[in-house]
């Protein structure tokens, strides 16, 4: 499979476009709605969120509930257009018009891409680099993700990001029965974490940066169970899965790293106290008596749960005045800004979510063929048969 996107943070709406989703899957706009819901929820959003009440408008590639094979096209309104129509308009101004526009963005943000994007597509006004910069367009990459969940789901493959840290808290974590029950425990929670004690303190960490005009970061997990064994491959470096769902993680707005399973911890440890022991057993056939790799080795799953973790920087839009300078005039000012979130890492658990089922389902579907979902079940039967008995 593969997707694209399209839109601004301000323009009419976010747009995606998937290719390659086998037909006769089962697809309706409640699957990708529930979860554009789950992003838009979590504590520490600005005022956007209040304005926005993101529902996918389904335009190709399904008929009567069922995919087609045909590239499925899914749009985002954003409801804050109207506020920008003339400010984000294609038509291009009088002069009147120009003079009556907001002015223009001259004012770089240390940490936004606003900058680097100036320089690079050598834009005088940044709210053209802001505009597409945005994590506004990870309301579609969430949609794409649930497309992907769809998939995954009919394997009963679950997947589930919630959050680990923020700031400096860090959440106790407790043995569950099920990715099932991961994902009602943090849903419940305002920062979708299942720790209760450790929520409040993270609500509390919140409150204290917003209140210094500050902002903060964390970290997120995505577990997902079920996944059969072989997923990815070891024989070349970009059919590497755990690569792939790296560079997926990376790509969501200021991600800043990544681990599979113990990750970093792993190069401070052993190899006694790193690696899984492998044991067998009529039902399962074989298993790992523990998972600290996160469902990874070689490039391959293992069938254990595929564990991720992502870590998400402090939002770089501050009330908080930083030093810039601006690129007309070249003079050194202390940023003002108008809005922005202050912690966006429950957010981000659940886009994280959708990175990392994309990547699943892409590899899933690379093993089990991608026409049609029969087909691509019966392989699955099969080769599900033969692990289990080989
Ligand atoms: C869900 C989500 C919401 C975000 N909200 C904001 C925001 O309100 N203000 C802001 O400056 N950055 C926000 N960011 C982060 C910026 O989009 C990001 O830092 C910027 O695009 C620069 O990219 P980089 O941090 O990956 O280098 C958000 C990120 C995510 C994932
Ligand atoms: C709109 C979303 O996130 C936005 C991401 C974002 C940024 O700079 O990344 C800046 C803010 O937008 P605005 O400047 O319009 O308030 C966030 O609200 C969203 O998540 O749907």
């Known amino acids: 499979m593969r997707f694209l996107t399209a839109g601004e943070s301000h323009g009419p709406e976010l747009t995606a476009i ?79 018009e120009e003079q009556d526009m907001k002015r223009k963005i001259t004012r770089p943000r240390p940490g936004h891409a606003d900058l680097n994007g ?33 998939i995954l ?69 995505v ?35 990544v681990e599979i399973g113990l990750g970093f911890e792993a190069a401070r440890l052993k190899g006694s106290q790193v690696h899984d022991e492998i044991a067998h057993d009529e039902e399962r056939g074989f298993f790992r008596k523990s998972n600290r790799l996160g469902g990874f080795e070689g490039g391959m799953t293992n069938g254990m749960p595929v564990v991720v973790h992502g870590a998400m920087k402090p939002i770089p839009t501050l009330y908080k005045p930083l030093q810039s300078v601006d690129i007309d005039t070249k003079e050194a000012f202390s940023a003002s800004i108008e809005r922005s979130d202050s912690c966006a890492v429950p957010a981000a658990a659940v886009v994280c979510e959708a990175a990392v089922a994309w990547e699943l389902a892409d590899a899933f579907l690379d093993k089990f063929g991608s026409d049609t979902m029969d087909d691509i079940k019966k392989h699955y039967d099969a080769y599900m048969k033969e692990a289990r008995e080989f």
């Open 223 to 257: 577990v997902a169970n079920n996944v059969p064994i072989g997923l990815g491959s070891f024989v070349h470096y970009d059919r590497k899965l755990d690569g792939k769902i790296a560079q997926g993680v990376l790509s969501i707005n200021a991600f800043k790293g």
């Open 118 to 150: 100036a320089i690079k597509y050598r834009h005088r006004d940044m709210r053209n680099v802001l505009e597409r910069s945005s994590a506004r367009e990870t309301t579609v990459r969430v949609a794409v993700g649930a497309v992907a969940q769809v």
């Open 18 to 96: 998937i290719e390659g989703v086998p037909s006769q899957l089962p697809l309706t706009v409640e699957d990708i709605n529930e979860h554009l819901a789950r992003r838009q929820k979590g504590y520490g959003r600005g005022r956007r969120m209040q304005i926005e009440k993101d529902q996918v408008r389904i335009t190709s590639g399904v008929r009567h509930g069922k995919t087609t094979g045909a590239p499925i096209t899914l749009h985002v309104e954003n409801k804050d257009w109207t506020h920008w129509t003339k400010i984000m308009g294609a038509e291009p101004l009088t002069e009147e």
């Open 153 to 221: 789901k009919q394997f009963n493959i679950d997947i589930c990001g919630h959050v680990l840290e923020i700031g400096d808290v860090v959440s106790n974590q407790k043995d569950l029965d099920s990715v099932q029950e991961l994902k009602e425990i943090s849903e419940a929670s305002e920062v979708r974490c299942i720790d209760p004690e450790a929520s409040e303190r993270m609500k509390q960490a919140i409150d204290d940066a917003k209140q210094n005009g500050d902002s903060i970061g964390g970290i997120v997990e």
